[in-house]
């Protein structure tokens, strides 16, 4: 599996931005699609994930009521709305995909090439 994330830019506090991860390969519904986000001088973290055969969810504390995954799988994409951004978002996001929703990026199979986003105050 392939994936190329997009959609990162400049945002000042407040404000709303989409990320999209196109996925190239077969069986994308199958696997499970995550976002994780890596700030400077910090860990990679989970953010969300949407699994592929039910369409479950699951979101980092930090960003619940403020962040939604969706998936399209006639379109092989992944999406992250996130409102109500904070300058704490500011990181590149990762776009992942896994066989199995998992929330350790040690444990995720393919990752894309991460977009930056900049929440300015």
């Known amino acids: 599996v392939q994936l190329q994330a997009s959609g990162g830019g400049l945002v000042q506090a407040g404000g709303s931005l989409r990320l999209s991860c196109a996925a190239s390969?077969?069986?994308?519904?199958?696997?499970?699609m995550a976002w994780f986000r890596q700030a400077p001088g910090k860990e990679r973290e989970f953010v969300t994930a949407?699994?592929?055969?039910?369409?479950?969810?699951r979101y980092a504390d930090s960003v619940k009521r403020r962040f939604t995954i969706s998936r399209d799988n006639a379109k092989n994409t992944v999406y992250l709305q996130m409102n109500s951004l904070k300058p704490e978002d500011t990181a590149v996001y990762y776009c992942?995909?896994?066989?199995?929703?998992?929330?350790?990026?040690?444990?995720?199979?393919?990752w894309g090439q991460g977009t930056l986003v900049t929440v300015s105050s």
């Open positions: 992942a995909a896994n066989r199995w929703l998992v929330q350790d990026p040690h444990q995720i199979e393919f």
């Open positions: 390969g077969r069986a994308f519904d199958t696997y499970a």
């Open positions: 949407i699994r592929g055969t039910d369409g479950n969810t």
